[in-house]
Structure formats: structure tokens, C-alpha cells
């Protein structure tokens, strides 16, 4: 019955999941066929990452039934989902940060594949579907995307019959991406099936051969996404049309981010060294810096931000003050906001409610008098940004572990924006937010802009910076790109250059600095 490819590999019926505060999955109907890859659509809060979840074993239905190749089954936890034959690749990435990539790996096999040779086998399957990954390297010194390809290896080395994955493609180049559908149409064709989670339409339109749309935790539809347009998608996500940031031009003003031959040795064995950085953000400006995950750009961050301080103080001016040697605490009283592209652990502490942490970074907002908290402002605050940014949450005293990976987000960009910096750098804004969410963060970081905020975006979502972005520069190998103005570039240069092309040919931004002449 499991061969037969006419009869379900997954078929739920009823699948109800209630939590304290919200009903996450509402009598959910979902079938999935061998060989078919299915995309799951909607807007964050949606339900998406709770149903693929109990799907896995990791979360237990309150009500329904689950139906694996014909036979009633209880999963009741991810072992005995692997034992069925069903993989994940989680958006929240489920690693141990002190082991190394092989151990992690390890964990999720049984005893046969996780011998001796299990090294040279994550070797070869990385390189053959353009993963690459070192076994030995430990999981805390790698970045969002690196650690992203330890889990999408860990699930192709599990040989799996259904493969869940939930953002798979967020922190990828679209070359990678591209490497990545062959994989799953390979995987497809060989009888595999796929559930898809993605907010970015284009891709499922050009992958997927059917889409159950969500809403609310309930199913609203389901259509062939090849047959329908990304708007159309959008209309079923959100139940209108998508909004598009509006973008004005602007005169960029003075100075206000300078960061002038910065070079930094790395701060672990597998980090990445910087070499003779240099660029300028003007008052009034976006800078988008696009890079493969894993060349430099955690190491950039920390030295923007003040999460590492560095010897040569003039290597970074902020706001006309030599910034080298402030800490993060200095910076952002002198105007500074940052929005980290880990969520959880660096941009919000788990266990602590919104309102505490919107404390830790807008202090300076009117919430500590003479040493004293005070309290009706935080939880002000905290309420302000939910409903100005849409966050789907319990409310202010909700713990941030307790919100989805996109209402997360969008609360922390709006805890930062709101703050009204001066300068302001933002880490993957819109990764794991749905299109509608992601509208509305890149038209604040556009509003900023156009209140003369100088503004920063790192990111790999290169459709993202060319929406917003003036002008664009890219990371390679620790090296910086000259920055050029968008309408002197295009998507296809920009990924030659994330292959470290201009390092080869010797346009490095190691010439002499001059801050007018990269305009």
C-alpha cells in the first residue's frame, strides 16, 4: 500500500491543537501524496509550524487523526517519526551549539549510519548537493546559514519517504536555492514526499505542485500554485491584496555610520577574518550588504554593533565619534539600534515576557527613573509595538519563546525602529515573516530612511535589498565589494560577486579610502 503511488503517504483528518492563549490548528485536513511536493501557506501565526510539528512527533495533537500510508499511527515523538520515514528541517534550528556538526548529525541516525564513517558520507552528500560543511566544526561557531545546512544535511543523510521543511531557503543564495530544488525535484521523482514551508512565492509557484493555504489555524483552500500568480497566492494568505513598500527618492546627508579599513582577526578557529573594510552610510540612506552566510558577516555585526570591541577606535565612526572601543551599551546612547539576526538568545531572551524584553534595549525610551523601573511605561511600550507591528502575541506579558519565529521578528524590529535611532542595522529583517509582514518591515525600514536614518541591512534575501536598498555592497571571505547604486547593478552581478569574484579579479576595497567617492 505505501508503494502504490495513487494511495496517501500522509493523509490528517481533524487535527485540533489548542495552547492557553490561541488555537494554533482547527480541525485540519491535509493529504500528501507520494512524490508530491505540497506547500503550506500562510501568514505567521497561521498554524504552519505547529501542524508540521505534530506531524514530526515533536508537539501532541489535542484531537484527530494521523494516517501514514494507509495505517492509523500515533507519533508520539521525532524517533519514531524517523523510524516512519519522516524528516524536518525546522525554521528554529534544533542543534546542540557545544557539539560538533558530525555529533549533531549523529544524534538524529540510528546506530548503523552514525559509525565511523559518518564524516566522509557528510562530506560527500553536502558537496554533491552544494551544502558544504566541515564534520568536525563545533555548531556555536557558525552562522544562521551554516547552521541551516547542517540541518537540511542531517535530514538527506536519514534517506527520508516524507521531508518537512519549514524555511528552508531563507538564509540561502539563489544559486544555493536553485542547487537545493534540484535536490527536492530529484528527491520527488524518486518517490519522496515534500511539505513546504515558505513565505516566498515565487519559489513555491516554480516547485510545488499543490498548496493547502491557512488562516487563522484553519484551511482556507488549496489550489496547483503553478496555475496561480504570486498575488493571487497572496490574496488567499491574507485575504487582500499584498501591500508594496513605497520608496521616495531621497538626497542622502551627512556621514553617519564610517567604518574605514577595518580588519579583525577571528575570534574562533572557524570564524572568519575581516580585511581592510570600508564603507560609509549617509544620514537619509539604506546599505544593503548581500553575502553567502558564513563570510564575514557575523563578525561585521559584532564590530558594528559593540558586541566586540575592537583596538583601532577610529576603524568605526558613529555619528562624527570614533566607536571602536564603545561597547553596545555606548552605541545605542549615542543613537545606535541593531537588530541581530539570531532571535532568540541575542535579539530576545526566551523565558522573559515581551515587556522585559523591550526593557533590556528601549530603556532610554522614559522607562528608568532614577534607577526605578517603571513599569506602566515598559508594558506601554511592549502594547504600542504589538499593535503597530501586528504582533500576534498574548500580550505584553507574553514570553517571547511562546510567539512564532515571524510575530517574533516583527516585534523585535519594531522594539528597535521605534526607538527612533539615528543609525540603524538590521540583520536578516524579514527572515521567517510572512509577505504581508515583510511589506510592512521593509516599508518602516523605507520611513526611516525618509526620516534621515541611516540605515544598514545584512542580508541574503537579494530581492529584499533590491527593493529597498539605494545602494548595494557584498561580503566575501571577509572582503567588502565597492558599494554601487542599484540601478548600476542587477541580481545576476550581485551573485558572482557572493561567489567572491571580485577578490579573484582584484576589485577589492582595499584601495584608499574616500567616503564620497563610494556614493
Not at 319 to 324: S, V
Amino acid at each position: 500500500m505505501g508503494s502504490d503511488p495513487s494511495f496517501p503517504r500522509l493523509a490528517l483528518t481533524g487535527i485540533t491543537k489548542a495552547y492557553p492563549t490561541v488555537l494554533a490548528n482547527d480541525g485540519i485536513d491535509l493529504t500528501v501524496m507520494p512524490g508530491e511536493i505540497h506547500a503550506v501557506l500562510g501568514e505567521n501565526g497561521a498554524g504552519k509550524s505547529t501542524l508540521m510539528k505534530i506531524i514530526y512527533g515533536a508537539v501532541k495533537p489535542d484531537a484527530g487523526t494521523i494516517a501514514w500510508e494507509g495505517k492509523t499511527v500515533t507519533i508520539a515523538n521525532p524517533a519514531r517519526a524517523r523510524r516512519l520515514g519522516i524528516g524536518m528541517v525546522f525554521q528554529h534550528f534544533s542543534l546542540f551549539e557545544t557539539l560538533s556538526v558530525a555529533d549533531n548529525i549523529a544524534l538524529a541516525l540510528d546506530r548503523e549510519r552514525a559509525g565511523s564513517g559518518l564524516p566522509a558520507r557528510i562530506r560527500d552528500v553536502s558537496a554533491k548537493y552544494g551544502l558544504p560543511l566541515d564534520p568536525a566544526r563545533y555548531v556555536h561557531t557558525m552562522s544562521v546559514g551554516e547552521r541551516q545546512r547542517v540541518e537540511i544535511v542531517r535530514c538527506l543523510l536519514q534517506d527520508p519517504r516524507l521531508l518537512i521543511m519549514d524555511e528552508p531557503t531563507s538564509v540561502l543564495t539563489p544559486q544555493a536555492v536553485e542547487k537545493l530544488f534540484e535536490t527536492l525535484r530529484r528527491l520527488a521523482a524518486e518517490g519522496c514526499s515534500i511539505l513546504y514551508i515558505s513565505h516566498k512565492l515565487d519559489e513555491i509557484r516554480a516547485l510545488c505542485h499543490k498548496a493547502t493555504v491557512l488562516r487563522a489555524g484553519k484551511v482556507t483552500g488549496t489550489c496547483d500554485p503553478r496555475r496561480e500568480s504570486a498575488s493571487s497566492l497572496a490574496r488567499m494568505m491574507i485575504g487582500g491584496d499584498l501591500p508594496h513598500p513605497s520608496h521616495r527618492d531621497t538626497s542622502a546627508a551627512g556621514d553617519a555610520l564610517v567604518v574605514r579599513d577595518l580588519t579583525l582577526a577571528a575570534d574562533d578557529p572557524f570564524g572568519t577574518p575581516l580585511s581592510a573594510i570600508s564603507f560609509t552610510v549617509r544620514a537619509g540612506e539604506v546599505l544593503g550588504i548581500a553575502g553567502v552566510s558564513g563570510n564575514g558577516q557575523k563578525e561585521l555585526l559584532a564590530a558594528l554593533s559593540g558586541e566586540r570591541r575592537i583596538a583601532q577606535g577610529s576603524a568605526i565612526a558613529l555619528l562624527g565619534r570614533p566607536a571602536g572601543r564603545l561597547d553596545a551599551a555606548q552605541r545605542r546612547a549615542l543613537g545606535l539600534a541593531f537588530v541581530p539576526e539570531e532571535r532568540l538568545g541575542r535579539g530576545a531572551v526566551p523565558e522573559m515576557s515581551l515587556s522585559e524584553n523591550a526593557l533590556l534595549t528601549a530603556h532610554r525610551k522614559g522607562m528608568v527613573t532614577r534607577g526605578f523601573v517603571r513599569d506602566r511605561v515598559v508594558r506601554q511600550y511592549a502594547t504600542e509595538t504589538i499593535r503597530e507591528y501586528g504582533v500576534k502575541a498574548g500580550g505584553p506579558d507574553a514570553a517571547a519563546r511562546s510567539l512564532s519565529g515571524g510575530n517574533l521578528q516583527k516585534y523585535i524590529v519594531g522594539r528597535e525602529i521605534r526607538q527612533r535611532p539615528k543609525v540603524l542595522i538590521a540583520a536578516q529583517p524579514t527572515w521567517g515573516v510572512d509577505v504581508g509582514a515583510a511589506a510592512q518591515i521593509r516599508q518602516a525600514l523605507l520611513d526611516l530612511r525618509d526620516e534621515g536614518v541611516a540605515v544598514l541591512v545584512v542580508s541574503e534575501e537579494l530581492d529584499e535589498l533590491f527593493e529597498i536598498c539605494d545602494r548595494l555592497a557584498v561580503i566575501a571571505q571577509g572582503r567588502l565589494s565597492e558599494p554601487k547604486p542599484l540601478h548600476e547593478t542587477n541580481a545576476e552581478e550581485i551573485g558572482l560577486l557572493m561567489s567572491g569574484s571580485f577578490i579573484q579579479a582584484g576589485v577589492e576595497s582595499t584601495r584608499s579610502f574616500s567616503p564620497a567617492g563610494m556614493i
